[in-house]
């Protein structure tokens, strides 16, 4: 086992598991945006809860979403009745959001807890990067509504002598830093999912 690993309790009602749920786009927690501009964003949260109570409990999803500072920049709240699988989805428009890109990989932290009065029941943190990313034919690639300089990139491997696939997060980073400095602004993760 050369990844991080964690043994996670979840109390009767809790945000389900993306990769147990199966579903494209949906379990967990899936964050999205739509009408992205410098001076707009809808910012989409949806998140799945799950119970294994007998019968259905309402519960509050609060969300939480700070900017890159920490500062709280809004909090959503929803309220309704859980029952099996519950899909909540909360909808804010952020005014003058700041656009992610690999020049300036600004991201907001999304805070979410699942409330049965006062008592929280679950939670979790989910950072965002509001993007637009398109391919536009001839014109190329467009990142938030402008035409981005030519993508250069190459293929990375994660392995390395004597340690194999087993890289501390460290090693990670600097390969990651070391690729940038020599301008690469994507990167093709070779043959495999890397950790």
């Given at each position: 086992?050369?990844?991080?690993?964690?043994?996670?309790?979840?109390?009767?009602?809790?945000?389900?598991?993306?990769?147990?749920?199966?579903?494209?786009?949906?379990?967990?927690?899936?964050?999205?945006?739509?009408?992205?501009?410098?001076?707009?964003?809808?910012?989409?949260?949806?998140?799945e809860l799950g119970s294994n109570l007998p019968k259905s409990k309402?519960?509050?999803?609060?969300?939480?979403?700070?900017?890159?500072?920490?500062?709280?920049?809004?909090?959503?709240?929803?309220?309704r009745a859980v029952a099996n699988y519950s899909l909540f989805t909360?909808?804010?428009?952020?005014?003058?959001?700041?656009?992610?890109?690999p020049e300036s990989p600004y991201l907001y932290t999304v805070e979410?807890?699942?409330?049965?009065?006062?008592?929280?029941?679950?939670?979790?943190?989910?950072?965002?990067?509001?993007?637009?990313?398109?391919?536009?034919?001839?014109?190329?690639?467009?990142?938030?509504?402008?035409?981005?300089?030519?993508?250069?990139?190459?293929?990375?491997?994660?392995?390395?002598?004597?340690?194999?696939?087993?890289?501390?997060?460290?090693?990670?980073?600097?390969?990651?830093?070391?690729?940038?400095?020599?301008?690469?602004?994507?990167?093709?993760?070779?043959?495999?999912?890397?950790?």
């Open positions: 086992m050369y990844r991080d690993v964690w043994l996670i309790g979840k109390s009767s009602i809790a945000i389900t598991d993306a990769i147990e749920c199966n579903q494209v786009a949906g379990g967990g927690v899936f964050i999205h945006f739509d009408n992205i501009s410098e001076k707009k964003a809808d910012v989409f949260i949806d998140v309402s519960v509050t999803l609060l969300a939480r979403i700070k900017d890159a500072d920490g500062r709280l920049v809004k909090t959503l709240r929803q309220s909360i909808h804010y428009s952020l005014n003058n959001p700041r656009l992610w890109s979410l807890q699942v409330l049965d009065g006062k008592k929280s029941l679950d939670g979790g943190i989910v950072r965002m990067g509001i993007r637009k990313a398109e391919f536009r034919g001839k014109d190329g690639f467009w990142l938030n509504g402008k035409p981005y300089h030519q993508l250069v990139g190459g293929n990375r491997h994660q392995d390395f002598a004597y340690v194999g696939n087993a890289l501390p997060n460290s090693q990670q980073w600097r390969d990651v830093m070391r690729l940038k400095q020599a301008g690469m602004t994507i990167i093709r993760a070779a043959h495999y999912p890397q950790d």
